[in-house]
């Protein structure tokens, strides 16, 4: 069983920034797709952002130039740099993973095996 932890969530003002992360620990195989995800109260889980270990990444359209994702493959970790937040952003904010990529980096929830706890973002206006 694969174990993410997710770190990095807060509180910040519209506008501000915060940087989550993502540590993959008891894998010793490589996590060909991962993403994060995010559920505000209430609503579905959507994606936010997913990359691949070629670089191949893809966003949602309500984060697109204000999100950044990234990842080392070698550690099995990955980033989400987040920009401009915006108060719809509030959300438990997910790691995802899975050995496989299917039909490339989409969105999709249950195109991943592996999830973390999450971490809670919350942007005030």
């Known amino acids: 069983q694969v174990e993410l932890v997710e770190s990095g969530g807060g509180s910040v003002q519209t506008g501000g920034s915060l940087t989550l992360s993502c540590a993959a620990a008891?894998?010793?195989?490589?996590?060909?797709?991962m993403g994060w995800f995010r559920q505000a109260p209430g609503k579905e889980r959507e994606g936010v952002a997913a990359?691949?270990?070629?670089?191949?990444?893809r966003y949602g359209d309500y984060v697109k130039g204000r999100f950044t994702i990234a990842r080392s493959n070698a550690k099995n970790t990955m980033t989400l740099q987040m920009n401009s937040l915006k108060p719809e952003d509030t959300a438990m904010y997910y790691c995802?993973?899975?050995?496989?990529?299917?039909?490339?980096?989409?969105?999709?929830?249950?195109?991943?095996?592996?999830w973390g706890q999450g971490t809670l973002v919350t942007v005030s206006s």
């Open positions: 990359i691949s270990t070629r670089g191949v990444s």
């Open positions: 008891e894998v010793d195989y490589r996590l060909n797709c």
């Open positions: 995802a993973a899975n050995p496989e990529c299917y039909g490339g980096t989409r969105l999709i929830p249950s195109d991943y095996d592996f």
